[in-house]
């Protein structure tokens, strides 16, 4: 079984895109419960210790006709999307829902879910949106224990720390292989295309993570001893994208443009794996403190303002991310894998991306490097998309950007 | 009476102290002062015990949207690059910060030495850390976490002590900043904040008696901005004072706010400032009555009601999650049911703000819910807070006439 690389990303895009039948073999094997967490940066390892199946929602694909019935159609797409599925009963196969509070859809949609849904277990993080002052580390812990307990009341079971150590473990084993096969792309772009990257890394955030570190290790093992012919490709960043997967049919689109994608910011992507967390006495210190070394994103403030000094100055609160803006960030990943142009994706009505936007592509554009904002509704309808990409990919090569 | 918009003379005697609130921001540097560039909630006692001058900047949008001067900022901010579905408030803010005030509503606003806002939305907070940005000023952010229906009064406890926290903590800055913090001064103007507040509270409360002697669009073009520009000083009691003696004179005289009240809707939603010249016209014309009893106009009160001078930073704690806004959406529900109740109404007019995502997340969910629960019909318009090209005012005649026939029906 799993003999080659093809037969390992046809099972990661069945856990893709037949979600209820990687959950029900989980369960028909592990007999436990499964949790949606809406949007991502649940602490998944407090689900996974306490025998329960993390999976974060990717938002779905199709027409949001059910949700159109109660939310505005300006709702970002991985609120909507979900809601949808969650009015159609296409998200019956999950026990519980987690929602992690980071953005005014995540706050209220949340809420409005059991209005709609009663009978599913629902839990709500209680996240601070500042990460840079000592009151926020204390009350971030307070809120990660009470929501163990939460969790524990759920699933029926206490969760020890050296369980929830195992948990944190396991999913760093896959934040070190997730980050060993960005290396290699990286590196050798040449050896992936972007539709299938894309089918390794979203899988991820999905699925059962045993099973899926093993089919990783595999793949790369596989992957290192490949040679690719050298393509002469525009390289390119994709950053952004919060709280779902990549709109469908831009990875084929990158494939067939000229262009490769060499690193990423994508929530189902280079965001997921970013931090490990420390294995230690108070694991849930450590889950804590994974929170402020984050990579910096446009959800959580940074800085810890000082009279007289521009917020870009101030002290940040992450030892790793010292410049604490997310455009620095983007700034850094573009130039730590020489790329020529950043592809900057948000969800067409969000707003907590978008207004770095100017600041991104200005410090960018002080690097020599390219960028452009393109907003997507995961609506089938990307051809306006492609073609602001292919000018842009266009430009690029031609020396303009 | 025949219907139509009756004016409080109040508010006509009350016409200079927008020029007085604007004097105090822009002599504010001549006199050695600091500025901070704060959203209207954020705890004004705690920069007025270090001599702080605040310049209200969420009121600048509607200011600039009323004197039709909104739409220039907004396209200057949409050049630079900023996401045209972003909160209008800010895009008009940053435009014409880009823009240098050029044609705005007030002249060039003094630079701030920081800005501070809290979290009533997640977008406040991205809003003024830019402006702070821009500015190259620091941005100092009061965060105050969303409760979800199911928070226990433990855990609301924990965010409490979170708030107060943070709060000291902009005590230092303050006091690094201005050399100065008088506890004696964030006392006395919390108790001029309260008393304020509480002749708000009065004002909006009077809205329950039939008819009402007031509208929503009485608050929120004149009383409410009052409360903003003037809370913990001396000068809103005197304001608010002669608007609540205005309106006590016409509840005894049975005095109608709009002529002839016929129904009393409430107007739900955060305003379209630039429609607030014809909606009133249009709603008085028909006798319909918008009291003052919306979300928008109680979250002033949730906000400042539990401001106690005796434990100063605690209660302001406490104020700050006070709010109906930041709570889920069954704590949301019930709070508008109880106000349908509370002034006996015939109906809700949903005014959408296409970027206003704090109240238009799950406006429709709630909405629907009251309607379902106590038989209130309700009417939706479409617009935006100051982004006049999402409104169509025509089709809004058109849905609130309808709406207004559809309560005839039902009242026969």
């Not at chain 2, 000023?137 to 928070?151: H, N, R, S, W, Y």
Request: hydrophobic share 40%.
């Amino acid at each position: 079984m799993y003999a080659n690389t093809a037969e390992i990303v046809a099972r990661f895009d069945r856990a893709r895109l037949e979600l209820p039948a990687t959950v029900a073999e989980w369960k028909a094997r592990h007999g436990g419960k499964a949790v949606g967490c809406f949007p991502m940066y649940a602490p998944e390892e407090i689900l996974h210790a306490a025998g329960l199946l993390p999976v974060n929602l990717p938002g779905g694909d199709r027409e949001t006709s059910f949700a159109a019935e109660h939310l505005w159609p300006f709702t970002c797409h991985p609120a909507r999307g979900n809601f949808d599925l969650m009015l159609r009963g296409e998200l019956d196969f999950l026990d519980g829902f987690v929602f992690a509070q980071v953005c005014e859809e995540s706050k209220k949609i949340g809420t409005a879910w059991p209005v709609y849904h009663p009978n599913a277990w629902h839990e709500h993080l209680r996240y601070p949106e500042r990460l840079d002052t000592s009151p926020s580390r204390d009350y971030l812990r307070q809120e990660l224990r009470r929501f163990r307990r939460a969790v524990e009341s759920f699933a029926g079971k206490d969760i020890a720390d050296h369980a929830l150590n195992g948990s944190i473990a396991l999913f760093n084993r896959t934040r070190e292989l997730l980050a060993a096969l960005y290396q290699l792309r990286r590196t050798t772009p040449d050896l992936f295309t972007c539709g299938e990257f894309e089918s390794v890394v979203g899988a991820a955030p999905i699925m059962p993570k045993e099973e899926y570190n093993d089919l990783l290790v595999r793949y790369l093992a596989i992957k290192r001893g490949q040679v690719a012919p050298p393509l002469d490709r525009t390289r390119l960043v994709v950053a952004g994208n919060p709280c779902e997967d990549l709109e469908p049919g831009l990875s084929a689109f990158f494939d067939e443009s000229g262009a490769v994608v060499v690193d990423d910011d994508a929530w189902f992507g280079g965001r997921y794996f970013a931090t490990p967390v420390a294995v230690c006495d108070d694991p849930i210190g450590a889950l804590t403190e994974a929170q402020f070394q984050t990579p910096p994103c446009p959800l959580r403030l940074r800085f810890r303002p000082v009279p007289g000094r521009p917020n870009e100055v101030a002290p940040v609160a992450s030892d790793h991310y010292p410049e604490g803006s997310w455009a620095h960030h983007v700034l850094r990943i573009a130039q730590g894998s020489s790329a020529r142009g950043v592809v900057l994706l948000i969800p067409k009505f969000c707003e907590l991306y978008p207004n770095h936007y100017p600041h991104v592509r200005d410090l960018l554009a002080d690097a020599g490097i390219a960028s452009i904002m393109l907003d997507t509704d995961h609506d089938g309808a990307i051809g306006q998309v492609r073609t602001r990409l292919q000018a842009f990919i266009e430009m690029i090569a031609e020396g303009q950007g | 009476m025949k219907p139509g918009v009756q004016r409080l003379e109040a508010h006509s005697q009350n016409a200079g102290a927008f020029d007085a609130y604007l004097n105090r921001v822009r002599n504010a540097k001549d006199e050695g002062k600091h500025v901070a560039w704060v959203m209207a909630a954020t705890p004004s006692p705690l920069l007025l015990a270090a001599n702080v001058v605040m310049f209200i900047a969420d009121n600048y949008p509607p200011t600039a949207a009323q004197r039709g001067v909104a739409g220039p900022f907004i396209e200057r901010a949409e050049q630079a690059g900023y996401y045209p579905e972003l909160c209008s408030y800010a895009r008009l803010d940053w435009g014409s910060i880009l823009s240098d005030d050029a044609g705005g509503p007030m002249g060039k606003r003094p630079k701030p030495d920081f800005t501070y806002t809290s979290m009533l939305c997640s977008m406040l907070r991205q809003w003024f850390a830019e402006v702070a940005r821009l500015f190259g000023v620091p941005a100092l952010i009061l965060d105050t976490p969303f409760q979800p229906d199911e928070t226990t009064a433990e855990e609301r406890r924990a965010m409490i002590e979170y708030v107060h926290e943070q709060l000291k903590e902009h005590v230092a800055f303050l006091r690094q900043l201005t050399g100065t913090f008088d506890y004696n001064r964030l006392s006395e103007t919390m108790a001029l904040g309260k008393q304020a507040v509480d002749l708000y509270a009065d004002i909006i409360r009077l809205g329950r008696h039939k008819p009402s002697p007031l509208t929503v669009f009485d608050v929120l073009l004149s009383t409410l901005p009052l409360l903003l520009w003037y809370t913990g000083y001396p000068e809103a009691i005197t304001y608010l004072a002669k608007v609540k003696a205005e309106l006590e004179g016409r509840v005894a005289n049975k005095q109608s706010a709009v002529g002839e009240e016929r129904f009393r809707v409430l107007f739900e939603g955060i305003p379209p400032w630039y429609a607030l010249g014809t909606l009133p016209r249009l709603l008085a014309s028909h006798g319909v009555c918008s009291v003052p009893a919306s979300s928008y106009a109680y979250t002033w009160c949730d906000y400042w009601t539990s401001w106690d001078a005796s434990r100063p930073l605690e209660s302001i704690a406490e104020g700050q999650l006070g709010s109906r806004m930041i709570h889920g959406t069954k704590y949301r529900i019930e709070k508008l049911k109880q106000l349908v109740q509370e002034y006996d109404l015939d109906g809700l007019v949903m005014h959408v703000s296409r970027t206003c995502k704090l109240y238009n997340q799950d406006q429709l969910v709630v909405a629907r819910a009251v309607r379902d629960e106590l038989g209130v019909p309700f009417v939706v318009i479409e617009g935006d807070m100051v982004d006049q090209r999402f409104y169509d005012g025509e089709k809004a005649t058109a849905n609130l006439e309808s709406f207004v026939e559809s309560l005839e029906k039902r009242s026969h």
